[in-house]
């Protein structure tokens, strides 16, 4: 079974608008962390925002927050007020295990495009 | 701070040589990763280490070998480069007593085999 489910290859999304994507994850770890990098075309790997498991509110970063619903297993990221340089591939990753002993998995990610 | 840096950015290889890749970062972090990208597959992890001296087989370890003599340093080798090892390789760490121990990439080595 894949650990992180990324459903959404490719979205569309208007300029200013708001875009939603898509992350379920699994892991019966109680502690773990969940992590959202967005790649542009540029190749390198930016770390956009992070979420707890034991988090009680959503985290925010700027135009970023992260819609974690625990009993779903989901952690969605929102992107408000998209901008043209919003476009690029986007990857939600789950970190587990104790420290010491981390593991890093990674969604296959999804290539979002803004239009003007 | 530099923050983690690859080297070198690009290189072409024939099936059967060798080369290292060399991956720094000047964080101070205890962990470090090697992933490569496939076009449609994410990040798979080649290998970690969880600090000097110490070394691990992720998911996609075969024909790679990896040394960490020095905290700040990873390296990662190819013995007989493989048409197969064509990928985008990326290192990453991160640190072992942060608030999320979030990963920090370098900015990927683009390597083709022919």
């Known amino acids: 079974a894949q650990k992180i489910t990324q459903t959404q290859p490719g979205m569309f999304v208007q300029e200013k608008e708001a875009v939603t994507l898509d992350c379920t994850y699994d892991?019966?770890?109680?502690?773990?962390?969940l992590f959202w990098y967005k790649q542009p075309s540029s190749g390198e790997m930016i770390f956009l925002i992070y979420q707890g498991s034991y988090d009680e509110q959503n985290a925010t970063e700027g135009r970023y927050s992260l819609n974690f619903q625990k009993a779903r297993k989901s952690a969605n990221l929102v992107i408000s007020a998209s901008q043209l340089g919003d476009s690029a591939m986007y990857f939600c990753a789950m970190r587990e295990g104790l420290r010491g002993t981390y593991k890093y998995i990674f969604g296959t990610g999804t290539r979002l495009k803004v239009l003007a | 701070n530099a923050g983690v840096t690859q080297t070198p950015k690009f290189r072409v290889l024939k099936t059967g040589q060798s080369m290292t890749l060399l991956c720094a970062q000047d964080?101070?972090?205890?962990?470090m990763y090697w992933y490569r990208q496939d076009p449609g597959m994410g990040l798979r992890l080649i290998h970690y280490?969880?600090?000097?001296?110490?070394?691990a087989k992720g998911e996609v370890p075969d024909g790679y070998n990896v040394s960490r003599l020095k905290k700040q340093n990873f390296l990662l080798g190819l013995e007989s480069a493989a048409p197969s090892q064509t990928s985008v390789y990326f290192c990453?760490?991160?640190?072992?007593?942060?608030?999320?121990?979030?990963?920090?990439f370098g900015p990927g080595t683009r390597l083709t085999v022919l």
């Open positions: 892991t019966s770890d109680q502690s773990y962390g």
């Open positions: 990453a760490s991160s640190s072992y007593t942060g608030e999320t121990d979030t990963q920090y």
């Open positions: 280490s969880v600090g000097e001296g110490t070394t």
């Open positions: 964080m101070n972090h205890e962990y």
